[in-house]
């Protein structure tokens, strides 16, 4: 009845979608990203092969070459995960993914996997890479400093413009 008075959720939470060592985004080694020029967000170096959604919302695209996944939360924050540096040019050798555009998923919900051998005999950087990519609707992104994670771990929360 008195809906109208329920504040709406302006805060959407984020995990970790690997299990390693987490990042801030600036550490990144590829500027792009670490510059954010496509937005803020962190990063994690796995210490595993296995890949977990990094926030609740549906798929919005699996990249041709597997090396990225965007998503939309509820809130309509959309969100880039991306799975190497320069592993675009590995033609999706390195990735099993078993999610597809349109799914829906939850914060946690495992993706698929990457060979993170074959991404560093390629002499490529396993770095994950989350990125909060339209700005223009986040106030502010919250990461918690933490070391070593497990996937799944709360990591912090986006703040979205009222």
């Not at 509820?74 to 040019?89: A, I, K």
């Not at 993170?116 to 502010?140: C, H, M, P, Q, W």
Request: aromatic content about 6%; glycine content about 8%.
């Amino acid at each position: 009845m008195f809906n109208f008075l329920k504040k709406k959720t302006n805060k959407v939470s984020f995990v970790a979608p690997a299990t390693g060592q987490a990042m801030p985004i600036t550490d990144v080694s590829d500027e792009m990203f670490s510059q954010k020029i496509m937005g803020d967000g962190y990063a994690v170096k796995p210490t595993s092969d296995d890949l977990y959604a990094p926030v609740s919302g549906s798929i919005t695209s699996v990249f041709p070459t597997k090396h990225a996944i965007s998503f939309k939360t509820p809130e309509g924050l959309e969100v880039l995960f991306h799975m190497g540096v320069d592993t675009v040019e590995l033609k999706g050798a390195p990735f099993n993914l078993s999610v597809s555009e349109g799914q829906s998923v939850a914060a946690g919900d495992s993706l698929g996997t990457m060979d993170r051998s074959k991404i560093s005999a390629a002499g490529k950087s396993d770095e994950l890479i989350v990125v909060f990519t339209n700005t223009d609707l986040i106030s502010s992104v919250s990461v918690v400093a933490k070391a070593s994670i497990k996937h799944g771990d709360s990591l912090g929360e986006v703040t979205l413009v009222s």
